[in-house]
């Protein structure tokens, strides 16, 4: 059982998204919270699996509560729910440690599998917004990082399993897309992400697109 904590500051989108979450017989709601203030607190009493985050809240919002959430939960997923594709508050939140994004507008269909994804170690990137977030994070600066050397290079195959992680692909997708078995893509993944020390497919495409390894 998958134990989800659902943040927003809208009551009636919280029970909308408690309702098609905790329809699926894998996912149980064990709380929701109305802000970031509220979410770091509900998280040290109900040890959620995973955190579904609205950006735009009173008091904290969903970038500081997931960046103070991954100080002290590293391996805690949160996946952020965004309104508008434009939202410029989203590569803040990647960057904060967000494991991925979806809009709110999304079928219900494609939330559930985000959250199993995401507590499975993949990525969800709406493609509607994956673009445009690398797109900007390539023209950050971040000296720190386009001047780290990675200890053991990427080989071929992991490049091309790299690019299309980086177009917000699963590694089911990856699998059809490069004629390999899932679970050699979840392998690829994992060296990936160690040669790049990041925790999380997210954070590799990120860093994968800035240190210039990807186009975006």
């Known amino acids: 059982m998958i134990r989800v904590l659902i943040v927003d500051d809208q009551t009636v989108v919280r029970a909308g998204l408690a309702a098609i979450v905790g329809s699926d017989p894998d996912i149980e709601v064990v709380g929701q919270g109305s802000n970031g203030e509220e979410a770091i607190g509900l998280v040290e009493t109900l040890s959620p699996d995973?955190?579904?985050?609205?950006?735009?809240?009173?008091m904290m919002n969903g970038v500081q509560a997931t960046r103070n959430l991954k100080q002290a939960h590293p391996k805690l997923p949160v996946l952020v729910l965004t309104t508008y594709a434009a939202d410029e508050w989203v590569l803040d939140a990647v960057r904060a440690g967000a494991a991925g994004y979806l809009l709110k507008d999304t079928r219900p269909a494609q939330l559930l599998a985000g959250i199993k994804g995401t507590v499975a170690g993949e990525t969800f990137l709406d493609p509607v917004i994956a673009g445009k977030v690398l797109r900007q994070a390539s023209h950050?600066?971040?000296?720190a990082t386009h001047s780290i050397k990675l200890v053991e290079p990427l080989t071929p195959r992991e490049l091309e399993v790299l690019a299309l992680v980086v177009k917000g692909m699963n590694?089911?997708?990856?699998?059809?897309q490069l004629h390999l078995a899932t679970g050699t893509v979840r392998n690829h993944v994992s060296e990936i992400m160690g040669k790049l020390t990041v925790s999380d497919r997210t954070q590799a495409a990120v860093k994968a697109v800035q240190m210039g390894l990807v186009d975006g």
């Open 171 to 176: 590694n089911r997708e990856i699998g059809e």
């Open 140 to 143: 950050l600066p971040n000296t």
């Open 50 to 58: 995973l955190v579904l985050m609205d950006l735009q809240m009173p």
